[in-house]
Protein backbone atom coordinates (compact mmCIF):
# COMPACT_ATOMS: atom_id res chain seq x y z
CA UNK A 1 0.00 0.00 0.00
CA UNK A 2 1.21 3.46 -0.96
CA UNK A 3 2.09 5.78 1.80
CA UNK A 4 -0.61 7.93 0.67
CA UNK A 5 -2.94 5.19 1.28
CA UNK A 6 -1.87 4.29 4.14
CA UNK A 7 -2.36 7.46 5.62
CA UNK A 8 -5.79 7.98 4.92
CA UNK A 9 -6.55 4.07 5.72
CA UNK A 10 -5.19 5.27 9.32
CA UNK A 11 -7.14 8.68 9.13
CA UNK A 12 -10.50 7.09 8.55
CA UNK A 13 -9.84 4.49 11.55
CA UNK A 14 -8.76 7.37 14.02
CA UNK A 15 -11.54 9.14 13.43
CA UNK A 16 -13.83 6.59 14.01
CA UNK A 17 -12.16 5.44 17.28
CA UNK A 18 -12.19 9.00 18.33
CA UNK A 19 -15.82 9.82 16.84
CA UNK A 20 -17.87 6.82 18.56
CA UNK A 21 -15.77 7.33 21.63
CA UNK A 22 -16.60 10.89 21.88
CA UNK A 23 -20.69 10.41 20.81
CA UNK A 24 -20.39 7.10 24.15
CA UNK A 25 -19.38 10.15 26.08
CA UNK A 26 -21.99 12.64 24.55
CA UNK A 27 -24.49 10.15 25.30
CA UNK A 28 -24.07 9.24 28.83
CA UNK A 29 -23.42 12.68 30.16
CA UNK A 30 -26.86 13.97 28.44
CA UNK A 31 -28.76 10.46 30.42
CA UNK A 32 -27.02 10.70 33.64
CA UNK A 33 -25.60 12.97 35.93
CA UNK A 34 -21.94 12.19 37.05
CA UNK A 35 -19.83 13.67 40.18
CA UNK A 36 -18.30 16.89 40.27
CA UNK A 37 -14.76 15.77 38.56
CA UNK A 38 -15.92 12.89 36.74
CA UNK A 39 -18.47 14.95 34.98
CA UNK A 40 -15.14 17.59 34.20
CA UNK A 41 -13.17 14.73 32.80
CA UNK A 42 -15.58 13.19 30.34
CA UNK A 43 -16.56 17.23 29.36
CA UNK A 44 -12.70 17.60 28.73
CA UNK A 45 -12.66 14.16 26.52
CA UNK A 46 -15.49 15.38 24.23
CA UNK A 47 -13.65 18.78 23.57
CA UNK A 48 -10.47 17.01 23.02
CA UNK A 49 -12.20 14.37 21.02
CA UNK A 50 -13.51 17.26 18.42
CA UNK A 51 -9.82 18.63 18.48
CA UNK A 52 -8.36 15.66 17.67
CA UNK A 53 -11.16 15.09 14.88
CA UNK A 54 -9.79 18.76 13.50
CA UNK A 55 -6.52 17.04 13.72
CA UNK A 56 -6.63 14.23 12.02
CA UNK A 57 -8.25 16.29 9.15
CA UNK A 58 -5.48 18.67 8.91
CA UNK A 59 -2.79 15.77 8.86
CA UNK A 60 -5.00 14.43 5.78
CA UNK A 61 -4.44 17.99 3.86
CA UNK A 62 -0.57 18.14 5.01
CA UNK A 63 -0.18 14.66 3.58
CA UNK A 64 -2.13 15.18 0.38
CA UNK A 65 0.53 18.16 -0.42
CA UNK A 66 3.76 17.18 1.64
CA UNK A 67 6.76 15.27 0.24
CA UNK A 68 8.27 11.82 1.32
CA UNK A 69 9.39 12.98 4.73
CA UNK A 70 6.20 14.87 5.84
CA UNK A 71 4.08 12.04 4.74
CA UNK A 72 6.12 9.53 7.15
CA UNK A 73 6.33 12.29 9.88
CA UNK A 74 2.00 12.58 9.78
CA UNK A 75 2.01 8.48 9.53
CA UNK A 76 3.84 8.36 12.95
CA UNK A 77 1.66 11.37 14.18
CA UNK A 78 -1.72 9.50 13.40
CA UNK A 79 -0.14 6.15 15.15
CA UNK A 80 0.29 8.49 18.39
CA UNK A 81 -2.76 9.75 18.60
CA UNK A 82 -4.72 6.54 18.08
CA UNK A 83 -2.37 5.33 20.74
CA UNK A 84 -3.25 8.16 23.01
CA UNK A 85 -7.19 7.27 22.40
CA UNK A 86 -7.00 4.05 22.83
CA UNK A 87 -5.24 4.93 26.24
CA UNK A 88 -8.13 7.51 27.04
CA UNK A 89 -10.59 4.81 26.59
CA UNK A 90 -9.51 2.31 28.96
CA UNK A 91 -10.26 5.79 31.09
CA UNK A 92 -13.55 6.66 30.09
CA UNK A 93 -15.47 3.53 30.27
CA UNK A 94 -15.05 2.72 33.96
CA UNK A 95 -15.52 6.78 34.22
CA UNK A 96 -19.10 6.06 32.50
CA UNK A 97 -19.96 3.74 34.74
CA UNK A 98 -19.40 5.68 37.80
CA UNK A 99 -22.38 7.70 37.82
CA UNK A 100 -23.69 9.22 40.74
CA UNK A 101 -26.39 6.74 41.65
CA UNK A 102 -23.23 3.53 41.68
CA UNK A 103 -21.21 5.73 44.15
CA UNK A 104 -20.42 7.07 47.50
CA UNK A 105 -20.73 10.27 46.14
CA UNK A 106 -20.54 12.62 49.95
CA UNK A 107 -17.73 10.29 50.51
CA UNK A 108 -15.98 10.75 46.92
CA UNK A 109 -16.19 14.98 47.51
CA UNK A 110 -15.26 14.32 50.99
CA UNK A 111 -11.97 12.75 50.17
CA UNK A 112 -11.21 15.09 46.86
CA UNK A 113 -11.54 18.05 49.14
CA UNK A 114 -9.33 16.16 52.00
CA UNK A 115 -6.81 15.37 49.37
CA UNK A 116 -6.46 18.45 47.91
CA UNK A 117 -5.80 20.10 51.47
CA UNK A 118 -2.35 18.51 51.11
CA UNK A 119 0.14 20.67 50.04
CA UNK A 120 1.96 18.14 48.35
CA UNK A 121 -0.89 17.52 46.07
CA UNK A 122 -2.49 20.93 46.25
CA UNK A 123 -6.40 20.99 44.67
CA UNK A 124 -6.40 17.35 43.01
CA UNK A 125 -9.40 16.59 42.65
CA UNK A 126 -10.63 12.95 42.45
CA UNK A 127 -12.62 11.36 39.61
CA UNK A 128 -14.53 8.14 40.55
CA UNK A 129 -14.36 4.40 38.08
CA UNK A 130 -16.32 1.66 39.18
CA UNK A 131 -14.41 -1.69 38.42
CA UNK A 132 -15.77 -5.23 37.28
CA UNK A 133 -13.72 -6.21 39.58
CA UNK A 134 -13.20 -6.98 43.50
CA UNK A 135 -10.94 -4.91 44.03
CA UNK A 136 -9.67 -0.85 44.94
CA UNK A 137 -7.56 0.60 41.81
CA UNK A 138 -5.74 3.68 41.10
CA UNK A 139 -5.46 4.64 38.06
CA UNK A 140 -1.71 6.04 37.03
CA UNK A 141 -2.66 9.77 36.49
CA UNK A 142 0.23 11.26 36.30
CA UNK A 143 1.43 9.72 32.86
CA UNK A 144 -1.81 10.38 31.77
CA UNK A 145 -1.67 13.79 32.15
CA UNK A 146 1.45 14.01 30.00
CA UNK A 147 -0.15 12.38 27.58
CA UNK A 148 -3.42 15.18 27.86
CA UNK A 149 -0.74 18.14 27.73
CA UNK A 150 0.66 17.02 24.35
CA UNK A 151 -0.43 18.41 20.77
CA UNK A 152 -3.25 18.16 19.80
CA UNK A 153 -4.86 16.59 23.42
CA UNK A 154 -3.46 19.70 24.95
CA UNK A 155 -5.85 22.57 23.88
CA UNK A 156 -8.25 22.47 26.63
CA UNK A 157 -6.38 20.62 29.27
CA UNK A 158 -3.19 23.48 30.07
CA UNK A 159 -5.08 24.77 33.11
CA UNK A 160 -6.84 21.72 34.41
CA UNK A 161 -6.23 20.63 37.86
CA UNK A 162 -4.81 17.46 38.71
CA UNK A 163 -7.44 14.65 38.11
CA UNK A 164 -6.52 11.18 40.77
CA UNK A 165 -8.63 8.30 39.22
CA UNK A 166 -9.84 6.07 41.53
CA UNK A 167 -11.59 2.80 41.43
CA UNK A 168 -14.08 1.03 43.33
CA UNK A 169 -15.61 -2.64 43.17
CA UNK A 170 -19.05 -2.41 41.60
CA UNK A 171 -20.40 -4.00 44.52
CA UNK A 172 -19.05 -1.83 47.14
CA UNK A 173 -21.10 1.36 45.15
CA UNK A 174 -23.36 2.42 48.78
CA UNK A 175 -20.53 1.32 51.37
CA UNK A 176 -19.00 4.60 53.42
CA UNK A 177 -16.95 1.62 55.72
CA UNK A 178 -15.59 -0.45 53.04
CA UNK A 179 -14.98 2.23 50.59
CA UNK A 180 -12.30 4.08 52.96
CA UNK A 181 -9.99 1.61 51.37
CA UNK A 182 -9.98 4.21 48.63
CA UNK A 183 -7.60 5.81 50.85
CA UNK A 184 -4.91 3.46 49.99
CA UNK A 185 -5.39 4.14 46.44
CA UNK A 186 -5.24 7.77 47.76
CA UNK A 187 -1.47 6.74 48.38
CA UNK A 188 -0.10 5.59 45.57
CA UNK A 189 -1.89 8.86 43.84
CA UNK A 190 0.67 10.49 45.83
CA UNK A 191 3.35 8.62 45.45
CA UNK A 192 2.96 8.99 41.65
CA UNK A 193 2.26 12.36 41.55
CA UNK A 194 4.88 13.50 43.77
CA UNK A 195 7.79 11.16 42.57
CA UNK A 196 8.24 9.12 45.92
CA UNK A 197 9.72 6.33 43.96
CA UNK A 198 12.28 7.31 41.97
CA UNK A 199 13.95 5.93 39.39
CA UNK A 200 17.60 7.05 41.03
CA UNK A 201 16.07 5.04 44.37
CA UNK A 202 14.97 1.86 41.79
CA UNK A 203 18.78 1.67 40.53
CA UNK A 204 20.02 2.23 44.29
CA UNK A 205 17.84 -0.99 45.52
CA UNK A 206 19.28 -2.52 42.11
CA UNK A 207 23.16 -1.78 43.17
CA UNK A 208 21.75 -3.21 47.14
CA UNK A 209 20.45 -6.36 45.75
CA UNK A 210 23.21 -7.23 43.25
CA UNK A 211 25.44 -9.30 45.11
CA UNK A 212 23.05 -11.44 46.67
CA UNK A 213 20.47 -11.97 43.46
CA UNK A 214 21.54 -12.33 40.01
CA UNK A 215 18.79 -11.14 38.46
CA UNK A 216 18.66 -7.77 40.64
CA UNK A 217 16.92 -5.68 38.32
CA UNK A 218 13.81 -8.06 38.70
CA UNK A 219 14.15 -8.01 42.23
CA UNK A 220 14.38 -4.01 42.53
CA UNK A 221 11.27 -3.80 40.93
CA UNK A 222 9.81 -6.30 43.05
CA UNK A 223 10.87 -5.01 46.46
CA UNK A 224 10.09 -1.17 44.87
CA UNK A 225 6.64 -2.55 44.36
CA UNK A 226 6.42 -3.59 47.89
CA UNK A 227 7.39 -0.89 49.32
CA UNK A 228 4.61 1.54 47.72
CA UNK A 229 2.05 -0.55 48.95
CA UNK A 230 3.47 -0.24 52.32
CA UNK A 231 3.40 3.51 51.75
CA UNK A 232 0.16 3.56 50.28
CA UNK A 233 -1.20 2.08 53.26
CA UNK A 234 0.92 4.50 55.58
CA UNK A 235 -0.62 7.49 53.91
CA UNK A 236 -4.32 6.32 54.21
CA UNK A 237 -3.53 5.42 57.76
CA UNK A 238 -2.48 8.91 58.75
CA UNK A 239 -4.81 10.79 56.86
CA UNK A 240 -8.25 8.53 57.57
CA UNK A 241 -7.01 6.84 60.83
CA UNK A 242 -8.36 3.20 61.94
CA UNK A 243 -11.44 2.98 59.76
CA UNK A 244 -8.85 2.59 56.85
CA UNK A 245 -7.53 -0.81 58.76
CA UNK A 246 -10.69 -2.01 59.60
CA UNK A 247 -11.72 -1.96 56.42
CA UNK A 248 -8.97 -3.80 55.49
CA UNK A 249 -9.06 -6.22 57.92
CA UNK A 250 -13.01 -6.80 57.24
CA UNK A 251 -12.23 -7.22 53.39
CA UNK A 252 -14.25 -11.02 52.50
CA UNK A 253 -10.91 -12.17 52.08
CA UNK A 254 -9.20 -11.37 55.24
CA UNK A 255 -11.93 -12.67 57.49
CA UNK A 256 -11.05 -13.31 61.02
CA UNK A 257 -10.73 -17.09 60.75
CA UNK A 258 -8.47 -16.77 57.67
CA UNK A 259 -5.90 -19.32 57.05
CA UNK A 260 -2.65 -18.21 58.71
CA UNK A 261 -0.45 -19.27 55.89
CA UNK A 262 -2.53 -16.82 54.15
CA UNK A 263 -1.83 -13.37 56.23
CA UNK A 264 2.37 -15.01 56.44
CA UNK A 265 2.48 -15.32 52.74
CA UNK A 266 3.46 -12.35 50.12
CA UNK A 267 2.15 -11.91 47.14
CA UNK A 268 4.27 -10.66 43.74
CA UNK A 269 2.41 -7.43 44.59
CA UNK A 270 1.80 -7.03 47.77
CA UNK A 271 3.76 -7.72 50.81
CA UNK A 272 2.17 -10.48 53.71
CA UNK A 273 -0.73 -8.75 55.37
CA UNK A 274 0.83 -9.43 58.88
CA UNK A 275 3.84 -7.18 58.27
CA UNK A 276 1.20 -4.26 56.58
CA UNK A 277 -0.77 -4.66 59.20
CA UNK A 278 1.68 -4.25 61.55
CA UNK A 279 3.30 -1.26 60.17
CA UNK A 280 -0.27 -0.05 59.89
CA UNK A 281 -0.29 -0.44 63.70
CA UNK A 282 2.81 1.32 64.70
CA UNK A 283 0.86 4.32 63.22
CA UNK A 284 -2.31 3.83 65.09
CA UNK A 285 0.14 3.46 67.80
CA UNK A 286 2.07 6.82 67.45
CA UNK A 287 -1.44 8.79 66.95
CA UNK A 288 -2.30 7.40 70.10
CA UNK A 289 -5.21 5.03 69.00
CA UNK A 290 -4.09 2.65 71.52
CA UNK A 291 -5.29 5.04 74.49
CA UNK A 292 -9.08 6.04 72.39
CA UNK A 293 -11.81 3.67 72.54
CA UNK A 294 -11.15 2.14 69.37
CA UNK A 295 -8.66 -0.10 71.53
CA UNK A 296 -11.52 -1.85 73.13
CA UNK A 297 -12.46 -3.05 69.63
CA UNK A 298 -11.94 -7.19 69.41
CA UNK A 299 -10.06 -6.66 65.92
CA UNK A 300 -7.74 -3.84 67.70
CA UNK A 301 -7.36 -7.07 69.66
CA UNK A 302 -6.80 -9.01 66.08
CA UNK A 303 -4.66 -6.36 64.82
CA UNK A 304 -2.03 -6.59 67.76
CA UNK A 305 -2.11 -10.08 67.21
CA UNK A 306 -1.88 -10.69 63.59
CA UNK A 307 1.02 -7.39 63.85
CA UNK A 308 3.08 -9.51 66.65
CA UNK A 309 3.58 -12.59 64.11
CA UNK A 310 7.22 -12.88 63.84
CA UNK A 311 8.91 -11.88 60.50
CA UNK A 312 10.84 -15.06 60.27
CA UNK A 313 7.78 -16.80 59.96
CA UNK A 314 6.87 -14.99 56.28
CA UNK A 315 6.38 -16.93 53.31
CA UNK A 316 7.24 -16.42 49.94
CA UNK A 317 4.68 -16.45 47.09
CA UNK A 318 2.72 -19.26 47.12
CA UNK A 319 3.57 -20.88 43.68
CA UNK A 320 7.43 -20.15 44.91
CA UNK A 321 7.15 -21.80 48.60
CA UNK A 322 8.44 -25.56 47.55
CA UNK A 323 10.61 -24.08 44.54
CA UNK A 324 14.22 -24.55 45.96
CA UNK A 325 15.96 -21.97 43.24
CA UNK A 326 13.41 -19.34 43.73
CA UNK A 327 12.35 -19.28 47.96
CA UNK A 328 15.71 -18.32 48.61
CA UNK A 329 15.73 -15.72 45.88
CA UNK A 330 12.32 -14.54 47.61
CA UNK A 331 13.00 -14.57 51.47
CA UNK A 332 16.22 -12.48 50.60
CA UNK A 333 14.40 -9.87 48.98
CA UNK A 334 11.13 -10.30 51.86
CA UNK A 335 14.28 -9.61 54.35
CA UNK A 336 15.50 -6.96 52.41
CA UNK A 337 12.09 -5.39 52.50
CA UNK A 338 11.96 -5.74 56.26
CA UNK A 339 15.20 -4.13 57.28
CA UNK A 340 14.33 -1.28 59.67
CA UNK A 341 15.94 1.10 57.88
CA UNK A 342 14.16 0.35 54.46
CA UNK A 343 10.94 0.46 56.87
CA UNK A 344 11.83 3.33 58.81
CA UNK A 345 12.69 5.07 55.23
CA UNK A 346 8.95 4.38 54.07
CA UNK A 347 7.47 5.75 57.15
CA UNK A 348 9.28 9.05 56.61
CA UNK A 349 8.23 9.62 53.13
CA UNK A 350 4.95 9.49 54.11
CA UNK A 351 4.86 11.10 56.78
CA UNK A 352 6.60 14.24 54.84
CA UNK A 353 4.65 13.93 52.50
CA UNK A 354 1.18 14.14 54.93
CA UNK A 355 3.15 16.46 57.38
CA UNK A 356 0.04 18.96 57.11
CA UNK A 357 -2.68 16.70 57.50
CA UNK A 358 -5.04 16.87 59.95
CA UNK A 359 -4.77 14.00 62.93
CA UNK A 360 -7.16 11.98 62.79
CA UNK A 361 -7.23 11.37 66.48
CA UNK A 362 -7.67 14.92 67.82
CA UNK A 363 -11.14 14.71 65.58
CA UNK A 364 -12.29 11.74 66.93
CA UNK A 365 -10.85 12.38 70.75
CA UNK A 366 -13.75 15.43 70.14
CA UNK A 367 -16.87 14.11 68.39
CA UNK A 368 -16.53 10.01 68.87
CA UNK A 369 -18.72 9.65 71.96
CA UNK A 370 -21.58 12.04 70.93
CA UNK A 371 -21.50 10.41 67.29
CA UNK A 372 -21.63 7.57 68.32
CA UNK A 373 -24.84 8.44 70.67
CA UNK A 374 -26.30 10.41 68.12
CA UNK A 375 -26.20 7.10 66.12
CA UNK A 376 -27.55 5.33 68.36
CA UNK A 377 -30.80 6.88 68.47
CA UNK A 378 -31.02 6.92 64.91
CA UNK A 379 -29.94 10.36 64.58
CA UNK A 380 -27.52 12.15 61.58
CA UNK A 381 -24.70 12.63 63.32
CA UNK A 382 -24.33 16.44 61.80
CA UNK A 383 -26.31 17.60 64.59
CA UNK A 384 -23.63 16.76 66.74
CA UNK A 385 -21.76 20.19 67.05
CA UNK A 386 -18.92 21.40 69.37
CA UNK A 387 -19.07 25.11 69.65
CA UNK A 388 -21.08 25.57 67.05
CA UNK A 389 -18.81 23.58 64.09
CA UNK A 390 -20.22 20.23 62.81
CA UNK A 391 -19.00 17.49 63.07
CA UNK A 392 -15.63 16.58 60.72
CA UNK A 393 -16.23 13.96 58.66
CA UNK A 394 -13.18 11.77 59.68
CA UNK A 395 -14.46 11.90 63.01
CA UNK A 396 -17.73 10.76 61.26
CA UNK A 397 -16.01 7.95 60.01
CA UNK A 398 -14.10 6.39 62.31
CA UNK A 399 -17.12 6.97 64.77
CA UNK A 400 -19.56 5.28 62.26
CA UNK A 401 -16.83 2.48 62.09
CA UNK A 402 -16.52 1.95 66.04
CA UNK A 403 -20.24 2.05 66.11
CA UNK A 404 -20.34 -0.62 63.79
CA UNK A 405 -17.43 -2.99 64.58
CA UNK A 406 -19.08 -2.49 68.49
CA UNK A 407 -22.24 -3.98 67.87
CA UNK A 408 -24.74 -0.54 67.28
CA UNK A 409 -25.38 -0.41 70.77
CA UNK A 410 -28.82 1.14 71.66
CA UNK A 411 -30.19 1.10 68.26
CA UNK A 412 -31.34 -1.96 68.27
CA UNK A 413 -33.52 -1.42 70.85
CA UNK A 414 -35.30 1.67 69.21
CA UNK A 415 -35.62 0.57 65.32
CA UNK A 416 -38.64 -1.62 64.79
CA UNK A 417 -37.15 -4.89 63.34
CA UNK A 418 -39.09 -7.46 63.08
CA UNK A 419 -36.20 -10.48 63.31
CA UNK A 420 -33.29 -8.71 64.90
CA UNK A 421 -31.39 -11.95 64.65
CA UNK A 422 -31.79 -11.94 60.94
CA UNK A 423 -28.56 -11.47 58.88
CA UNK A 424 -30.43 -9.16 56.61
CA UNK A 425 -32.07 -7.15 59.43
CA UNK A 426 -28.04 -6.69 60.50
CA UNK A 427 -26.78 -5.80 57.34
CA UNK A 428 -30.39 -3.43 56.38
CA UNK A 429 -29.44 -1.54 59.86
CA UNK A 430 -25.65 -1.29 59.42
CA UNK A 431 -26.50 0.09 55.73
CA UNK A 432 -28.94 2.77 57.56
CA UNK A 433 -25.74 3.84 59.77
CA UNK A 434 -23.72 4.09 56.92
CA UNK A 435 -26.63 6.40 55.25
CA UNK A 436 -26.84 9.01 57.82
CA UNK A 437 -22.70 8.95 58.06
CA UNK A 438 -23.00 9.93 54.50
CA UNK A 439 -25.58 12.22 55.18
CA UNK A 440 -23.51 14.04 57.90
CA UNK A 441 -20.52 14.32 55.47
CA UNK A 442 -22.73 16.01 52.57
CA UNK A 443 -24.02 18.95 55.39
CA UNK A 444 -20.20 19.01 56.34
CA UNK A 445 -19.52 19.72 52.93
CA UNK A 446 -22.02 21.79 52.23
CA UNK A 447 -21.70 24.11 54.90
CA UNK A 448 -21.62 27.90 55.28
CA UNK A 449 -18.38 28.80 55.07
CA UNK B 1 -3.76 -2.15 20.19
CA UNK B 2 -2.34 -0.93 23.39
CA UNK B 3 -5.64 -3.12 25.44
CA UNK B 4 -3.85 -6.19 25.51
CA UNK B 5 -1.57 -5.26 27.69
CA UNK B 6 -1.07 -3.15 31.01
CA UNK B 7 -1.38 0.35 29.93
CA UNK B 8 0.79 1.91 32.48
CA UNK B 9 3.73 0.05 30.84
CA UNK B 10 2.83 1.82 27.72
CA UNK B 11 2.05 4.88 28.66
CA UNK B 12 5.43 5.87 29.23
CA UNK B 13 6.03 5.35 25.34
CA UNK B 14 2.23 6.71 24.55
CA UNK B 15 3.83 10.11 25.42
CA UNK B 16 7.01 10.34 24.39
CA UNK B 17 5.33 9.24 20.78
CA UNK B 18 2.96 12.47 21.18
CA UNK B 19 5.82 14.61 22.27
CA UNK B 20 8.00 14.01 19.61
CA UNK B 21 5.32 14.26 17.14
CA UNK B 22 4.77 18.05 18.15
CA UNK B 23 8.21 18.24 18.11
CA UNK B 24 8.44 17.04 14.44
CA UNK B 25 5.62 19.78 13.50
CA UNK B 26 7.75 22.54 15.07
CA UNK B 27 10.74 21.11 12.42
CA UNK B 28 8.38 20.56 9.45
CA UNK B 29 7.64 24.58 10.13
CA UNK B 30 11.20 25.52 9.56
CA UNK B 31 12.21 22.95 7.52
CA UNK B 32 9.51 24.95 4.76
CA UNK B 33 10.88 28.31 5.75
CA UNK B 34 15.07 27.61 6.11
CA UNK B 35 15.72 31.29 5.59
CA UNK B 36 14.00 32.72 8.38
CA UNK B 37 15.53 32.58 11.85
CA UNK B 38 12.73 30.76 13.88
CA UNK B 39 12.57 31.33 17.24
CA UNK B 40 13.13 28.87 20.39
CA UNK B 41 9.84 27.58 20.77
CA UNK B 42 8.28 26.28 24.02
CA UNK B 43 8.33 23.06 22.68
CA UNK B 44 12.01 23.05 21.36
CA UNK B 45 13.07 24.86 24.66
CA UNK B 46 11.10 22.29 26.66
CA UNK B 47 13.21 19.01 24.46
CA UNK B 48 16.29 21.28 25.48
CA UNK B 49 15.67 21.44 28.60
CA UNK B 50 14.42 18.20 28.85
CA UNK B 51 17.65 16.99 27.73
CA UNK B 52 20.00 18.74 29.78
CA UNK B 53 17.74 17.49 32.87
CA UNK B 54 18.52 13.99 31.85
CA UNK B 55 22.65 14.73 32.52
CA UNK B 56 22.26 16.64 35.19
CA UNK B 57 19.08 15.61 37.48
CA UNK B 58 20.08 17.25 40.05
CA UNK B 59 20.51 20.84 38.67
CA UNK B 60 16.45 20.28 37.41
CA UNK B 61 14.37 23.13 39.30
CA UNK B 62 11.78 21.09 40.85
CA UNK B 63 8.96 23.67 40.00
CA UNK B 64 9.68 22.81 36.50
CA UNK B 65 9.92 18.90 36.65
CA UNK B 66 6.41 17.52 35.81
CA UNK B 67 6.43 19.49 32.61
CA UNK B 68 10.13 18.37 31.34
CA UNK B 69 10.00 15.21 28.91
CA UNK B 70 12.73 12.60 28.43
CA UNK B 71 12.20 11.80 32.24
CA UNK B 72 10.35 8.63 32.54
CA UNK B 73 11.75 5.73 32.56
CA UNK B 74 10.66 4.45 29.55
CA UNK B 75 11.23 7.72 27.95
CA UNK B 76 14.94 7.54 28.64
CA UNK B 77 15.54 4.05 27.75
CA UNK B 78 14.21 4.73 24.58
CA UNK B 79 16.12 8.37 23.90
CA UNK B 80 19.20 6.06 24.60
CA UNK B 81 18.96 3.29 22.50
CA UNK B 82 17.98 5.65 19.73
CA UNK B 83 21.02 8.17 20.20
CA UNK B 84 23.21 5.09 20.17
CA UNK B 85 21.60 3.90 16.83
CA UNK B 86 22.08 7.29 15.33
CA UNK B 87 25.92 7.15 17.07
CA UNK B 88 24.71 10.56 18.62
CA UNK B 89 25.40 11.77 22.55
CA UNK B 90 22.50 13.81 24.18
CA UNK B 91 25.04 16.66 23.53
CA UNK B 92 24.76 16.42 19.74
CA UNK B 93 21.24 16.58 19.57
CA UNK B 94 20.86 19.90 22.17
CA UNK B 95 24.00 21.26 20.03
CA UNK B 96 22.00 20.64 17.15
CA UNK B 97 18.51 21.98 18.23
CA UNK B 98 20.27 24.97 19.54
CA UNK B 99 22.08 25.53 16.07
CA UNK B 100 18.74 25.58 14.21
CA UNK B 101 17.56 28.37 15.98
CA UNK B 102 20.63 30.78 16.15
CA UNK B 103 22.60 29.89 13.26
CA UNK B 104 21.89 33.09 10.26
CA UNK B 105 23.86 30.41 7.90
CA UNK B 106 19.80 28.89 5.99
CA UNK B 107 22.05 25.94 4.19
CA UNK B 108 23.19 24.65 7.40
CA UNK B 109 19.79 25.17 9.07
CA UNK B 110 18.43 23.01 6.46
CA UNK B 111 21.04 20.59 7.60
CA UNK B 112 20.00 20.67 10.94
CA UNK B 113 16.80 20.43 10.57
CA UNK B 114 16.86 17.79 8.02
CA UNK B 115 19.27 15.59 10.80
CA UNK B 116 17.00 16.84 13.92
CA UNK B 117 13.79 15.02 11.80
CA UNK B 118 15.33 12.04 11.05
CA UNK B 119 16.41 11.72 14.74
CA UNK B 120 12.89 12.29 16.04
CA UNK B 121 11.33 10.50 13.49
CA UNK B 122 13.14 7.34 14.65
CA UNK B 123 12.65 8.24 18.27
CA UNK B 124 9.15 8.71 17.55
CA UNK B 125 9.04 5.49 15.36
CA UNK B 126 10.54 3.46 18.24
CA UNK B 127 8.04 4.80 20.71
CA UNK B 128 5.27 3.20 18.79
CA UNK B 129 6.54 0.29 18.34
CA UNK B 130 7.55 0.16 22.17
CA UNK B 131 4.24 1.19 23.35
CA UNK B 132 2.72 -1.81 21.05
CA UNK B 133 5.31 -4.19 22.80
CA UNK B 134 6.40 -3.08 25.71
CA UNK B 135 10.06 -3.60 26.77
CA UNK B 136 10.19 -3.01 30.22
CA UNK B 137 7.81 -3.02 33.19
CA UNK B 138 7.87 -0.12 35.38
CA UNK B 139 7.42 -0.84 39.14
CA UNK B 140 4.42 1.54 40.37
CA UNK B 141 5.81 4.86 41.87
CA UNK B 142 8.81 5.49 39.64
CA UNK B 143 7.89 8.41 38.30
CA UNK B 144 10.98 11.08 37.29
CA UNK B 145 14.84 11.03 37.44
CA UNK B 146 16.20 12.88 40.54
CA UNK B 147 12.32 13.56 42.07
CA UNK B 148 12.53 11.50 45.38
Known amino acids: MALNDAISHKCATAYKLISSLRDIVSSSRAGNSYPQWSDYFLSFCERTADESLKYIENRLEISKSGDEIECKIVNEQLSSLI ?65 LTNPPLNKYYKKEPRLGFLGLPCSQSKSLFMNCQLYHEVGHFIAEETGVFSTEWLDSIDSQLKGDISNSGWAANTVQTWMGELFADIIAVRLIGPAYTFAYIEQPKLLENLPEKQILTFGIDHPADSLRLREQLDILKEDEWDKSQISSLKQWEELNRIAAIKQSDYLPPIDYQDDAVMKPVWEKMMSFLCQKDKLKEIHNLAKKKTEDRIRPTDLFNAYGESISEYLSHGVVPSACRKNGEMPHPIAIINSAVYFLLSGMKGLFDIVQVTEKDKISSLVWL ?20 | ?37 PEHTQVIKLTIDSLN ?17 FQDYQEVSTLRKTLSSFSKSIDDIVKTLNDICITSDSEKRSKDVYDAILFFMELAHRSIINAECTEERVPPGVKLLGSK
Open chain 1, 83 to 147: QSWEMLHAFINPVIAADTLKVPHPLISFISEHIGSLNVVKDAKIVIELTPEMNYHQHPLTKLRKV
Open chain 2, 1 to 37: MLGRRNIRDSMGYVTLGLFTSALLDELLKIKKNPGAT
Open chain 2, 53 to 69: AIKSPKAVDKQSLPDLV
Open chain 1, 430 to 449: EHRVEMWCMKAIEDWLVRPR
